[in-house]
Antibody, heavy 121, light 107 residues
């Protein structure tokens, strides 16, 4: 059973860089044809896809955030990470990591529990 | 970008009721649609993919239909554990997008 767990600071100052890590357990992050994603959800609002990474390191980002986002993978640690630069209060949200289905269709079959990141001075 | 209009945003119903939630696309997406259920403080959980295929372990009272631009999630006989927020998600093209959500509350 695959499990994902987000970790990182819960409070980030405006203009700084938000950094989160997702640790995958119950299987190797690099086995199979898996893409891994980050999604966020402001309090009381809907879901926004941030971007995805393949275990080879290839990435795709949401154009709305592309200029500020970097997603990377560390297969030796079974982790992938998110960096979001120049944050503002609008980036305050619960951040989820998730896995795309291995069927090759891009829906999410496993999610982390989510971690709240607040942007405030 | 494919925009999604999910309706209603709020749905009040009683245990045992049959309810439907709609998701309309700004352009055709074939059957590349998923539905998720989210309970407060929890991550979304996959219910249906490919518009109508039930994810393993999901009760059969959940069903999905539609293709192209119009899709529906139906819950045939509401149980207490079904009161939650539901989201549709298109995966026809990037960026992946979600509907605004439908909160299903107890009448």
């Amino acid at each position: 059973q695959v499990q994902l767990q987000e970790s990182g600071p819960g409070l980030v100052k405006p203009s700084q860089t938000l950094s989160l890590t997702c640790t995958v357990s119950g299987g190797s992050i690099s086995s199979g044809s898996y893409y891994w994603s980050w999604i966020r959800q402001p309090a009381g609002k809907g879901l926004e896809w941030i971007g995805r990474i393949y275990t080879s390191g290839s990435t795709n980002y949401n154009p709305s955030l592309k200029s500020r986002v970097t997603i990377s993978v560390d297969t030796s640690k079974n982790q992938f990470s998110l960096k979001l630069s120049s944050v503002t209060a609008a980036d305050t949200a619960v951040y989820y990591c998730a896995r795309f289905s291995p069927t090759g269709d891009y829906y999410f079959d496993y999610w982390g529990q989510g971690t709240l990141v607040t942007v405030s001075s | 970008v494919i925009w999604m209009t999910q309706s209603p945003s709020l749905l009040s119903a009683s245990t045992g009721d049959r309810v439907t939630i709609s998701c309309r696309m700004s352009q055709g997406i074939s059957s590349y649609l998923a539905w998720y259920q989210q309970k407060p403080g929890k991550a979304p959980e996959l219910l249906i993919y490919a518009a109508s295929t039930l994810q393993s372990g999901v009760p059969s009272r959940f069903s999905g239909s539609g293709s192209g631009t119009d899709f529906t999630l139906t819950i045939s006989c509401l149980q207490s554990e079904d009161f939650a927020t539901y989201y549709c998600q298109q995966y026809y093209s990037f960026p992946i997008t979600f509907g605004q959500g439908t909160r299903l509350e107890i009448k």
